[in-house]
């Protein structure tokens, strides 16, 4: 069972900057890993996820230009760099899993591992 915690998540102010971490239990090599996020009521939707090769990342349209995803595999870890943060990037930030060779999946469905989520707060 993948196990994944992330961190990072905070209150920032518009047009600031935050860096979120998934660090998961063991190796990561083969999975594609991804970020979603959440808000009350609503679907969890794709942020951003990044293929096992590295090669393949996909975007949500609000994160392009904005946030970056990136991964380590050694330390078994995915970043998400967020850039010129907005109001309406707050959510709970999900990170997940899925065992997975090629372009990663953009919907939730496929992960089959998620972590506990960490709240990013961008007052308006």
């Known amino acids: 069972q993948m196990q994944l915690v992330e961190s990072g998540g905070g209150l920032v102010q518009a047009g600031g900057s935050l860096r979120l971490s998934c660090v998961a239990g063991r190796a990561i090599t083969y999975y ?4 979603f996020r959440q808000v009350p009521g609503k679907e969890r939707l ?8 590295i090669n393949s990342t996909r ?3 609000s994160a392009k230009g904005r946030f970056t995803i990136s991964r380590d595999n050694d330390k078994n870890t995915v970043y998400l760099q967020m850039n010129d943060l907005r109001p309406e990037d707050t959510a709970t930030y999900y990170c997940a899993s899925e065992l997975r060779y090629g372009p990663p999946a953009t919907y939730a469905g496929p ?14």
């Open 32 to 35: 594609a890993m991804g970020w």
């Open 46 to 53: 794709l942020v951003a996820a990044i293929a096992s090769n």
């Open 59 to 61: 975007y949500a349209d």
């Open 111 to 124: 992960y089959t591992a998620w972590g506990q989520g960490t709240q990013v707060t961008v007052p308006g």
